[in-house]
């Protein structure tokens, strides 16, 4: 079997080889620039995240039955009656297209292509909405059986309000439908969450440690639903499937309210200073400003221009996602960067302007 450089094999679910942020040492190795010489925007996580404290030794020792603390913060944190932690939010991505017989889904046209490649390989129809109105219609239709919405989309920002949210699950719900709401952003707006009512028939709601908290490396994230779900889905996940040092480590960070008030705060203000940069440099060669989702923020162009720009910035050693729209347009995502760093901020400015003089 080929192997290709990131240890995939060439036979296996093309779901497997799905480009994702955070690939800095191959651009290392693309660019020939040594990997501390990089800035690195490529994903959506909080660039100061939840600081982990020495972890009990006997975590690494037992084997990592469910932790009733674990979930009991979950519950509290949340606000919501039943939830199951598991490996990240994709091992639900990856387990709920397995729990149904084959239906019709709706995805996003822009979205994170994780949750249409996994519905597809498990033989679900596929229909891509690109707007509310034409879901809207859809759904009116009876067309399809379950809806994934991205809230706010990841990553054209995009949000859907939760009125609108709860219509659409009522709908699903009378033909034994599904609504999936990817809540992986929602940390920095709790009150547009449906976490506090995922106990309804025929809602989903998977929420993430590893953006606001950013805690990606621990791989943990929850499924909110109803417990008859749940109950499902620990059936396809399977024992152990959250490390014992990671379920104590979410367990502190989701009980830390000192820290998630003080840190909704600090992103907040960073965002307002990142995004006046980013627009006064780089929204006049594209033509137009940022949208963000408090940690990170896309750009519309054109196509080849934006290829273009990607490429310029990467040869000076900065590292942004490049997202397909259509035949004519690209989106351009930057992730959040600490606007205390001086240096990574002066050196992201005269990158962008070095960018935009091979563009004109």
């Not at 199951?84 to 996003?108: D, H, N, T, Y």
């Not at 729209?325 to 302007?353: A, H, M, P």
Request: hydrophobic share 40%; net charge neutral; charged share 20%.
């Amino acid at each position: 079997m080929v192997v290709d450089a990131r240890g995939f094999g060439k036979s296996m679910n093309p779901r497997a080889l799905l480009k994702h942020g955070g690939s800095v040492e191959l651009a290392a190795q693309t660019y020939g620039i040594a990997l501390e010489n990089w800035l690195d925007l490529s994903t959506g996580i909080n660039p100061v995240g939840w600081p982990v404290p020495s972890i009990p030794k006997s975590f690494f020792h037992s084997l990592p039955d469910y932790s009733q603390s674990l979930l009991n913060s979950a519950r509290t944190y949340y606000g919501c009656e039943s939830i199951i932690a598991g490996a990240g939010s994709q091992a639900f991505i990856q387990a709920l297209p397995r729990l149904r017989e084959a239906s019709v889904v709706a995805v996003p046209a822009l979205g994170y292509t994780e949750h249409e490649a996994n519905w597809t390989a498990c033989g679900h129809e596929i229909l891509r909405y690109q707007s509310t109105a034409e879901l809207q219609q859809w759904l009116d239709d009876e067309r399809c059986d379950v809806v994934l919405v991205i809230n706010p989309n990841n990553p054209s920002t995009q949000q859907v309000a939760k009125t609108q949210l709860l219509q659409w699950r009522e709908k699903l719900e009378k033909r034994q439908g599904w609504l999936i709401v990817d809540e992986a952003f929602m940390d920095m707006q709790p009150e547009n969450s449906l976490a506090g009512v995922s106990q309804l028939k025929g809602l989903i709601v998977l929420r993430s440690l590893g953006k606001f908290f950013g805690l990606a490396g621990i791989r943990v994230g929850f499924a909110l639903a109803e417990t008859a779900v749940l109950r499902q889905i620990a059936g396809e996940l399977g024992p152990w499937h959250v490390s014992g040092p990671s379920q104590w480590v979410a367990q502190q960070a989701l009980a830390d309210r000192v820290w998630q008030q003080s840190t909704r705060l600090r992103l907040a203000a960073w965002m307002s200073a990142y995004q006046k940069l980013l627009d006064d440099t780089l929204g006049p060669i594209v033509g137009c400003n940022g949208e963000h989702a408090h940690l990170f923020i896309s750009y519309r162009a054109e196509r080849s221009l934006g290829e273009h720009l990607y490429q310029a910035l990467a040869k000076q050693g900065v590292l942004i996602r490049l997202i397909d729209v259509d035949e004519r347009e690209i989106l351009l995502r930057f992730g959040l960067l600490d606007t205390r760093e001086s240096e990574s901020l002066k050196k992201l400015r005269n990158s962008i302007l070095n960018a935009s003089e091979t563009c004109l």
